[in-house]
């Protein structure tokens, strides 16, 4: 009988403690807006409102903590908030019980500054080599908010998140590796810091930009056509041997034709006689060769013809 009765007195308090537990577990507490991203050191107000019958209720905060009350509507309110690990809840004494709910609440600053810069080098890059830029982003906060993006001139080449889950500002560097290529000479590369904070967050998201820094890349000339067929008409013959090169290149000729040296990227005669000319430029990285081959206008068709006939003569030869 004694067991029967504290069987029936365990059920009964195992029954209050579930129902308790219950009441905790669904505080009929609503908070406008459930959640709150603010910049730091700006204003931030949310509502904690219920429909039910209660013996007080109140906000419990670092800042703009509301007292104890039977009202059915309190605000908490702070004009300059400034405190990183701040936790309002919103607290409420109901059904015999207190029960409560945290805003969730996001804190951010945007960066102080962002600034890009290439790590041990100075001075222009040269073609085929490797360099890393460095993103310096400082005193953002939450960093695990942050994204940053580099360009090369309007487009988007690299992106980069974090994990760190600290609140305050901290300081973080991203890295862009590339190898210069004769296409980056006066390329201009900068790097943004981004601040995606949801739904609740600013539209569009902060961002901060470096200013640009524009590289230099040097590289040796280089033909892409190696042979040129000049035909050669009355009057000035021009022979161009200009090419893309940086430090620019100089320029030499060579021909049996030649008399003397010449040095210009391009140079025109009405007395050029048919034959070849090599012209050879350089520069500090190294040079390249493009060969002009001056005929009389049409020789070179007379020249192709005479190849097509001369075995349909050979064989007419022999048929003879």
Known sequence: MLQSLFGLFYLSALSQLVT??????????????????????????????????HDGMGWEA????????????????????????????????????????????????????????????????TEGSWYEFQCVIMNVAPVKNLTVKWFKGETEVHSETFNDTIKTPVSETSTLDITAVRSDDGVQYRCEAELELGADGPQPPPKVKSKSVQITVQYSPRHIDLVEIIKKRD??????????????????????HLTGPRNSAVFSSSKLTPGNYTCTATNTLGNSNKVFIVNFAGSLHTFIGSLIFLPLLVALGIVV
């Not at 022979?239 to 030499?252: E, F, I, M, R």
């Open 20 to 53: 308790l537990t219950g009441a905790r577990a669904e505080c009929p507490i609503k908070l406008k807006p459930p959640s709150v991203v603010v910049e730091y050191g700006s204003s931030v107000s949310v509502d904690c409102s219920t429909d039910v019958t």
């Open 62 to 125: 670092p800042e703009g903590s509301v007292p104890k009350t039977t009202d059915k509507l309190i605000t908490w309110r702070v004009s300059n908030l400034t405190k990183w690990d701040i936790r309002p809840q919103c607290y409420m004494s109901y059904n015999r019980a207190q029960c409560s709910t945290f805003l969730p609440i996001t804190i951010y600053k945007t960066p102080d500054s962002v600034f890009i810069s290439t790590v041990d080098h100075a001075g222009p890059m």
């Open 235 to 256: 009057g000035d013959v021009t022979l161009n041997c200009t090419v893309p090169a940086n430090p620019p290149a100089t320029y030499s000729w060579y021909s049996e």
